[in-house]
């Protein structure tokens, strides 16, 4: 069947768009999402330990989002200039989107913290992206550190008091212009206790592209091209994989993150997962077969976008819909601080 974007279209009120995250991570909310029997149940995030069982493994995203958005001035002339990393080409050459692009052309310097950091546009691109090379003093994660502020997501208009706050409580591999938002829930606390359960835990990396809130521009999804995102597994986690798909065990995938890139390494390693890294622009949309995840932990994601897609390609258009319908009659949080879902068979 051929889908069009407006299939995957629902009315979502503004005021369930949640601006702030809660003050205690695992106190947000959980729809268990049984695919199986079409059924669903609202919990808590914490009960995510009554539905995890013991022999699962849990795949969590350990990117660790870059304060990835600076303000600056144009020498010369001022001019205030926003840049937002996408992403690094080669040593200190970057690929970003400038705002207002139209005073930035090639061979503009933007000055950071008073000559702590520069910029120099060296490329112009399409849609306001630029190639810009930095000069500084130091080490420039710590420059940016000092100087950057977290990219939170567009339809979020509150300022982040607490950066920690879009950052996982495991997040270690720097990388991501976006968090990996279903890991958000977990505190530190509640891994202990799903490891003392006896499920076990393993890591991918998948750095988080901006391409992830790009609307999806055409009418038939078939036609929509995805943006790529670096991945990387290493042998620990395969090893782990293997094993559990030897043994009949669940694997549960925290993120469509985490899915895009397990879902990446099998289709090219069907019999037998190796480590690997690379680029994946994987679209997993109605009519997939999954072929490693067996259940996942995700957010409610934006009307009309490929994330809504891949949750649908696992439990079916109509099913979800009807999920998320639910889901705003009974006032969840939606988006990157939101709510979650948890889904099975």
């Not at 149940?41 to 350990?62: E, S």
């Amino acid at each position: 069947m051929t889908y069009t974007t407006e299939d995957f279209d629902f009315d979502l009120p503004e005021e369930l768009i949640a601006q702030t995250p809660l003050k205690d991570r695992s106190s947000s909310r959980l729809l268990e999402v049984n695919v199986a029997d079409h059924s669903y149940k609202d919990r808590v995030f914490t009960d995510i330990l009554d539905l995890l069982n013991k022999g699962d493994v849990l795949v969590l995203n350990d990117t660790k989002v870059l304060p990835a958005r600076l303000h600056g001035v144009k020498e010369g002339t001022g001019a205030h200039i926003e840049l937002l990393l996408l992403h690094q080409e080669e040593g200190d050459v970057w690929e970003v989107l400038a705002k207002p692009a139209k005073r930035v052309k090639v061979g503009s310097v933007i000055d950071f913290g008073d000559g702590v950091l520069k910029a120099k546009v060296i490329e112009e691109m399409e849609q306001g992206g630029r190639k810009v090379e930095f000069a500084y003093q130091g080490v420039f994660l710590e420059r940016l550190d000092e100087l950057g502020e977290m990219p939170l997501p567009p339809y979020i208009k509150e300022k982040l008091k607490d950066q920690s706050r879009y950052q996982t409580v495991y997040a270690r591999e720097e990388g991501s212009a976006a968090a990996p938002t279903a890991g958000l829930h977990f505190t530190k606390d509640l891994l202990h206790q799903i490891e003392a359960k006896g499920v076990e835990i393993a890591y991918v990396t998948l750095h988080v592209g901006l391409g992830t809130f790009r609307p999806v521009s055409v009418d038939n999804i078939e036609d929509h091209v995805m943006h790529s995102e670096y991945y990387h597994v290493d042998q620990a986690t395969v090893d782990c994989l293997n094993r559990a798909k030897e043994e009949g065990r669940r694997i549960v995938a925290c993120g469509t993150t985490s899915i895009r890139t397990l879902e990446s390494i099998a289709s090219l390693f069907p019999d037998h997962l190796e480590k690997t890294s690379g680029w994946t622009n994987i679209f997993i949309k109605p009519g997939y077969q999954f072929r490693l995840v067996d259940a996942f932990i995700t957010n409610f994601h934006l009307p009309k976008s490929t994330l809504v897609m891949l949750v649908s390609a696992y439990a079916g258009r109509d099913f979800i819909l009807e999920a998320y319908r639910h889901a705003v009659d009974e006032k969840y949080r939606f988006f990157s601080f939101g709510d979650a879902m948890f889904l099975h068979r």
